[in-house]
T-cell receptor
Framework: AQKITQTQPGMFVQEKEAVTLDCTYD???????LFWYKQPSSGEMIFLIY??????QNATEGRYSLNFQKARKSANLVISASQLGDSAMYFC?????????FGTGTSLTVIP | DTAVSQTPKYLVTQMGNDKSIKCEQN?????MYWYKQDSKKFLKIMFS???????INETVPNRFSPKSPDKAHLNLHINSLELGDSAVYFC???????????????FGPGTRLTVL
């Protein structure tokens, strides 16, 4: 069975600092995709970044980067230079075939 | 243009009623999904559906049924609503077929269902 674990229910970060949100996954299949989504208080789900299981380099999208450690089965999201607008829930997800498996989310609060 | 749309955005109803939530995607995607997000923000997959296969999460009560009139629509029908059904319901879509792992899900804005 596929499984995604986010062990940090809540995180705080000072504005302009970097923060790492943890995500570990469990699968025996060599082919999968990893995603991060942001859910602000307004409720919509916003796609942030993707990492493929065969990708050699860590994915980056602007201030977001994914620290992919395949042997450890971890896919941590790094947000650099945090902004107040980064305060939100963050979900890690894994795609296997047409199925997506979501973690329980991490609530990030950026402190001014 | 809205990629994935849901109606209504808010739905307040009495216990025991039957209701439907509509979902439409204009992305030409093969697969559509329904998720339930509870008050603790847990996202639970309810159904995934493409024009070949319906996959049902076995924990979903059979009062919930997806209905797909065509590839662009996947509606959620709920019979005999219960208090515990109160949640936000998200529709989503993604491109298939299996193997295109780069394709993320696109989510609708969500429908907040309140059962009184």
């Amino acid at each position: 069975a596929q499984k995604i674990t986010q062990t940090q229910p809540g995180m705080f970060v000072q504005e302009k600092e970097a923060v790492t949100l943890d995500c570990t996954y469990d699968t025996s299949d060599p082919s999968y995709g990893l995603f991060w989504y942001k859910q602000p208080s307004s409720g919509e789900m916003i796609f942030l970044i993707y990492q493929g299981s065969y990708d050699q380099q860590n994915a980056t999208e602007g201030r977001y980067s994914l620290n992919f450690q395949k042997a450890r089965k971890s896919a941590n999201l790094v947000i650099s230079a945090s902004q107040l607008g980064d305060s939100a829930m963050y979900f890690c997800a894994m795609r296997y075939g047409d199925q997506f498996y979501f973690g329980t989310g991490t609530s990030l609060t950026v402190i001014p | 243009d809205t990629a994935v749309s849901q109606t209504p955005k808010y739905l307040v109803t009495q216990m025991g009623n039957d209701k439907s939530i509509k979902c439409e995607q204009n992305l030409g995607h093969d697969t559509m999904y329904w998720y339930k997000q509870d008050s603790k923000k847990f996202l639970k997959i309810m159904f995934s559906y493409n024009n070949k296969e319906l996959i049902i999460n076995e924990t979903v009560p059979n009062r919930f049924s997806p209905k797909s009139p065509d590839k662009a629509h996947l509606n959620l029908h709920i019979n005999s609503l219960e208090l515990g059904d109160s949640a936000v319901y998200f529709c989503a879509s993604s491109q298939g077929p299996s193997g295109r792992l780069t394709n993320e899900q696109f989510f609708g804005p969500g429908t907040r269902l309140t059962v009184l």
